[in-house]
């Protein structure tokens, strides 16, 4: 479950800023906030509102960059740049980035903090919070920073029981965590398990739906290898029942799969039936927003199934409102998350803010620096429980709009 993250000289944002899915007691008793096991109210939903070019692709670059870090970071060649860019005008440039992320698991908090430079991991720190009835305290569980100095590592180990001789196994572009996993490390996997339930359609470039991205057209057979697995059976017949409510006519799709010399082939077949009568179509003719939704589907089951967290960039492409409105929902309501799976969205169909509490509200804006600035709603003064959100978005009432 994650409570918020941040970050600092990252991408558009120069300056640190903040999201957090925590909520008071003041924030609506409905499904679309849960307690968690440490006695803290979450939003299950966060969505990121606001112009082209506000910095809600950077916002939601966060979370898969920090997941990439801490799980797959040690697969890289150890003395590759990190893909990460820092705010790029000004003095910005020549300094670090920071990133920070506090998240849940089993009823504790944990807090994992960076400072990048483009090589090289400058501090990497881990903590746990510790509550008592005064007051709310912090413990390292382990820690590195970089010593310009000797030119190596301090590394402080006290409880986390790293490998024996681990400082030799430390590199300056790859997590703690990724690396001692690949070493044995037990503890390791609980932070390396939590961070790899993470689901995006965001890399270092932007949305990967993105059909000027190198890798765009990759996203659909991904998906389509990712339902052809027998061990995925489950995720592929919801996804069919979504779809069959989505596309008129739509009741199934097959899937096969042939080896070849230079990898696999896969050949897909959608079924349509109308008044008794089932034709199979090729994919290719399946409408836009349809194969969207084979995409979206596929990250949004297996979020939903694992209890984990959903970063999705332009989550309303190709799609109907409605459906837009229906892919929300599921995050709502227990039945079809059970797990309090979290989602945090960015999207222009903004008849979502209809269904949206200030406390679900993201907006993002860029200020005449070229640098972005998120706030959520409920920061604004004189914003009311019972305002039509939706309305007065439109109308300019709380900025994040286009000045044209």
């Not at 007065?392 to 709009?401: D, M, R």
Request: aromatic share 12%; charged share 25%.
């Amino acid at each position: 479950m994650i409570h918020s993250f941040s970050c600092k000289n990252f991408y558009s944002f120069a300056e640190d800023c903040s999201v957090s899915f925590v909520v008071n007691e003041k924030a609506p008793d409905n499904y679309g906030y849960f307690l968690a096991p440490s006695g803290i109210r979450l939003s299950k939903v966060e969505a990121v509102i606001g112009p082209n070019a506000s910095g809600k692709t950077n916002l939601l670059k966060i979370l898969p960059f920090m997941k990439w870090l801490i799980t797959d970071s040690s697969n890289i060649n150890p003395t590759a740049s990190l893909p990460m860019k820092p705010f790029i005008f000004g003095s910005r440039k020549n300094e670090p980035i920071e990133l920070s992320a506090d998240f849940e698991i089993d009823g504790n908090i944990y807090t994992y903090s960076f400072i990048l430079e483009e090589k090289k991991i400058i501090l990497e720190e881990l903590s746990v919070k510790n509550k008592t009835k005064r007051k709310t305290t912090s413990k390292n569980i382990f820690s590195r920073e970089w010593n310009s100095k000797s030119g190596q590592y301090d590394l402080n180990d006290k409880i986390f029981n790293l490998p024996s001789g681990f400082e030799n196994s430390i590199r300056p572009n790859a997590s703690i965590v990724s690396v001692a996993v690949r070493l044995g490390h037990k503890e390791s996997l609980k932070f390396f398990n939590y961070w790899k339930k993470m689901e995006t359609n965001v890399v270092e470039a932007g949305w990967i739906g993105d059909h000027f991205l190198p890798n765009a057209s990759q996203q659909l057979i991904e998906a389509l290898n990712f339902y052809s697995e027998v061990d995925n059976k489950t995720i592929k017949k919801e996804a069919e029942k979504l779809l069959s409510r989505f596309d008129l006519g739509l009741e199934s799709f097959e899937i096969k799969k042939e080896k070849k010399e230079n990898g696999f082939s896969i050949d897909v077949k959608v079924a349509h039936s109308f008044s008794g009568q089932a034709e199979y179509l090729p994919m290719q003719y399946e409408s836009s927003g349809t194969k969207q939704l084979f995409v979206l589907l596929k990250t949004i089951l297996l979020v939903l199934a694992n209890g984990g967290v959903a970063a999705l960039d332009e989550f309303d492409v190709n799609l109907h409102p409605e459906i837009v409105l229906s892919l929300y929902e599921l995050f709502i309501h227990p039945e079809t998350n059970p797990n309090n799976a979290q989602l945090i969205f960015s999207s222009h169909s903004h008849l979502v803010l209809n269904k949206l509490d200030k406390y679900q509200i993201i907006l993002t804006e860029k200020n005449n620096k070229g640098e972005s600035e998120p706030w959520r709603l409920d920061d604004v003064s004189g914003v009311r429980a019972d305002d039509n959100y939706y309305a007065k978005y439109i109308a300019g009432a709380y900025g994040a709009v286009p000045k044209l």
